[in-house]
């Protein structure tokens, strides 16, 4: 079975601070596919990034990068020079497909004050 | 990119009626849809693999009888919550897979909120 942990519940930081929302994750396929959705107060799930379990280069997409270490089992996600617009619920999910059922982490609520 | 609608966003209804909600893809084919419940302050739990031309897969704990999948066709999946009681009140979402492609992240619905009075 899939499991993913975010141990942050709650994170509160002054807008334009960096920012970093941990994810491991255990699995014990060696195929697997890492996700990150952000969940604004609407309710809708953003898709953010995907990233499969061969590709461990990080990615980097404007304040947003992502850290994935297969050794430690973390995907990590860092958002640089917060903004108040970051504010939102994020989840860390782990699917053995892409596009397939979703096992998702227990999220963290990020809350960036101005 | 593809789009996934679902109806209602939300909705409240009384003790012991059915509510029915739609999942629902909009430009592709969706063979697989999934749905997820959400209560306040948790996180996503898968309820059920839904199948077009199938029986639903139905995860661990979740009541089949109570909570009716309905795939009769590549862009619709129905999720009908039987009898709602108070604690049915929860957030659900779903998620749907082209069919006959490799490689692409799950495509979700915008969500129905359901408040059973």
């Known amino acids: 079975a899939q499991k993913v942990t975010q141990a942050q519940t709650e994170i509160s930081v002054v807008e334009k601070e960096d920012v970093t929302l941990d994810c491991v994750y255990e699995?014990?396929?060696?195929?697997?596919?890492l996700f990150w959705y952000k969940q604004p107060p609407s309710g809708e799930l953003v898709f953010l990034i995907r990233r499969n379990s061969f590709d461990e280069q990080n990615e980097i997409s404007g304040r947003y990068s992502w850290n994935f270490q297969k050794s430690t089992s973390s995907f990590n996600f860092t958002i640089t020079a917060s903004q108040v617009v970051d504010s939102a619920v994020y989840f860390c999910?782990?699917?053995?497909?892409?596009?397939?059922?979703?096992?998702f982490g227990t999220g963290t609520r990020l809350t960036i004050i101005p | 990119g593809a789009v996934v609608s679902q109806h209602p966003s939300w909705v409240i209804c009384k003790s012991g009626t059915s509510v029915k909600i739609e999942c629902r893809s909009l430009?592709?084919?969706?063979?697989?849809m999934f749905w997820y419940r959400q209560f306040p302050k948790q996180s996503l739990m898968l309820m059920a693999t839904s199948n077009e031309g199938s029986k639903a897969t139905y995860e661990q704990g979740v009541e089949k009888d109570k909570f009716l999948i309905n795939h009769a066709s590549l862009t619709l999946s129905t999720l009908t919550v039987t009898s709602a009681h108070p604690e049915d009140s929860s957030f659900y979402i779903c998620?749907?897979?082209?069919?006959?492609?490799?490689?692409?992240?799950?495509?979700f619905g915008q969500g129905t909120r359901l408040t059973v009075v």
């Open positions: 430009d592709f084919q969706a063979t697989t």
């Open positions: 998620s749907a897979q082209k069919s006959g492609t490799a490689n692409t992240e799950a495509f």
């Open positions: 699995t014990r396929d060696t195929t697997y596919y």
């Open positions: 999910a782990l699917s053995l497909r892409s596009g397939e059922k979703l096992t």
